[in-house]
Antibody
Framework: QVQLQESGPGLLKPSQTLSLTCTVSGGSLSSGGYYWSWIRQHPGKGLEWIGYIYYTGSTYYNPSLQTRIAISVDTSKDQFSLKVRSVTAADTAMYYC???????????????WGQGTMVTVSS | DIQMTQSPSSLSASVGDRVTITCRASHNIDNNINWYQQKPGKAPKLLIYAASSLQSGVPSRFSGSGSETQFTLSITTLQPEDFATYYCQQSYSLPRTFGQGTKVEIK
């Protein structure tokens, strides 16, 4: 069973760059057939999809964030990462990584999630 | 972007009740909708995919229905562990979008 685990600093100052990593265990990120996503949830609010990456490095970003974000993959470590530039208080949120199948019956659904990591932006 | 509108935003129910949550899509998404349950401090959990398919391990009291723009998530015989927030999500087009959530509270 694939498991995901987010890691990264919990506190940032405005204008800094947020860097988070999601480690995949119980499976190989490079096996193909899955998209690897980042999703965030502002405190007490709903879910916002940030973007995803395929193991080849192909990405799709939410247009609402695409000018400030980058998602990358390191297949040798079974990790994918999120960078958000020039953070503000509005980027304070719980950040989740999640897996989506491309070809399985659950295609399009986020069937595996990490536990999430809280990021706070404050001066 | 496809907007997903859930109703109600919250509801109060008792153990044993039947609960129905509605999600309306701003465009036809065929059956490309998924439902999640989220408990406080936890990541969302997939309940239903492709509008009506039950994810493995999810109790059969959960069911989904609908097509095109109107969808429902039903919980028959509400159990204490079902008090949570529920989200719909469309997987028809990018960017993926979620409903705003429905909080199911104990009456």
């Amino acid at each position: 069973q694939v498991q995901l685990q987010e890691s990264g600093p919990g506190l940032l100052k405005p204008s800094q760059t947020l860097s988070l990593t999601c480690t995949v265990s119980g499976g190989s990120l490079s096996s193909g057939g899955y998209y690897w996503s980042w999703i965030r949830q502002h405190p007490g609010k709903g879910l916002e999809w940030i973007g995803y990456i395929y193991y080849t490095g192909s990405t799709y970003y939410n247009p609402s964030l695409q000018t400030r974000i980058a998602i990358s993959v390191d297949t040798s470590k079974d990790q994918f990462s999120l960078k958000v530039r020039s953070v503000t208080a509005a980027d304070t949120a719980m950040y989740y990584c999640a897996k989506t199948s491309i070809l399985e019956t659950t295609a399009g659904a986020f069937d595996i999630w990490g536990q999430g990591t809280m990021v706070t932006v404050s001066s | 972007d496809i907007q997903m509108t859930q109703s109600p935003s919250s509801l109060s129910a008792s153990v044993g009740d039947r609960v129905t949550i509605t999600c309306r899509a701003s465009h036809n998404i065929d059956n490309n909708i998924n439902w999640y349950q989220q408990k406080p401090g936890k990541a969302p959990k997939l309940l239903i995919y492709a509008a009506s398919s039950l994810q493995s391990g999810v109790p059969s009291r959960f069911s989904g229905s609908g097509s095109e723009t109107q969808f429902t998530l039903s919980i028959t015989t509400l159990q204490p562990e079902d008090f949570a927030t529920y989200y719909c999500q469309q997987s028809y087009s990018l960017p993926r979008t979620f409903g705003q959530g429905t909080k199911v509270e104990i009456k």
